[in-house]
């Protein structure tokens, strides 16, 4: 059996019905993930409470502590297990992808639509299997939930309710979960790599969904007051921004004047993200909008702040976003 540290940072999974009958965390909640069957028999695991929170209040300070326990204990284990919430999960992965620099062994994110106090679990499933699957050949950041095992920065929450939660829609999933779990399709190895920890966040960035008569002065507020980091806008189509009436082309414009970097991506999940195939996205790009290319939202928001964290240069910024540092992007 692999040694395997397991952090626990909260999640349906150890949440238990409050005095309202609605699920909140729970106190005895390492208590109860310790006590999983079958946990112990698949690794020979250790526990440490990280948080216990619902992932909706997931925090960058909470990635960079997972992080950075990671790094402390990443020559003593063979893989690692982080038991989270689905809520923020995709954005938990794409970010520690970040921080883990020439990570060589599985970090493996895994949760429950259902308590383990539910009869109708698929908790321990899912623990269980998250277990197996770090004690593979595999080095990096997946997600291991129902019957799939993915790429962490490639994936994205479907479904409050299905037990395949998770999905894939760009890259196909580097794995299965069937009477045994399979790697299968692309994906890294582990390697002897000296893995490397950048673990900043800059939070003070702003995304905006774009719609239809969308007022330009909305966004123009985020620019006063030299407070704001970056702009994130989520565009029509492979990343269109409209040019015509009220136009946001001249916020784009307004904003990289004053060093503040606009990252486009899109609303489309099935997304390639080349913004010079229509003029209102040539437009954008030079304004000084940066693609997010084929990035989910998640990796692309996060990669976004990972990059803010380490430079303002505005250059450095582009030449950054657009560098595939751990699978999260198809450079063509």
Known sequence: MGK??????????????????????????????KTVPGLREAADCDFELVCNIDSS???????????????RAYDRYDGFVIAHGTDTMAYTASA???????LGKPVVLTGSQKPLISLATDGINNLINAVRVAQMD???????????????????KESDTKLNAFR???????????IDAYLRGQYTPRHEKKLTLQAAFENRIVVFQLFPGMEPDLIERVLVGNTCKGIVMLGFGPGNIPNGGRSLIGVIEQATAVGIPVLVTTQCSLRRGDMRQ??????????????ALDMTDEAAIT?????????QNPADVKRMMQTNYAGELTLS
């Open 4 to 33: 395997i540290l397991v952090l626990f940072s909260g999640g349906t999974l150890s949440m238990a019905p409050n005095t309202d009958g609605v699920l909140a965390p729970s106190d005895n909640a390492e208590t109860i993930l």
């Open 57 to 71: 209040n997931m925090q960058p300070e909470i990635w960079a502590d997972l992080a950075q326990r990671i790094a």
């Open 96 to 102: 520690l992808s970040f921080a883990l620099g020439n």
């Open 138 to 156: 595999l080095g990096e950041v997946c997600i291991v939930f129902g019957t799939r095992i993915l790429q962490g920065n490639r994936s994205t």
């Open 168 to 178: 894939s829609p760009i890259a196909f999933p580097i794995g299965e979960i069937e």
């Open 278 to 291: 229509y003029l209102v996205g040539f437009d954008a790009v030079t304004a000084g909008a940066i693609s």
């Open 303 to 311: 990669k976004f702040m990972w990059v803010l964290a380490q430079t």
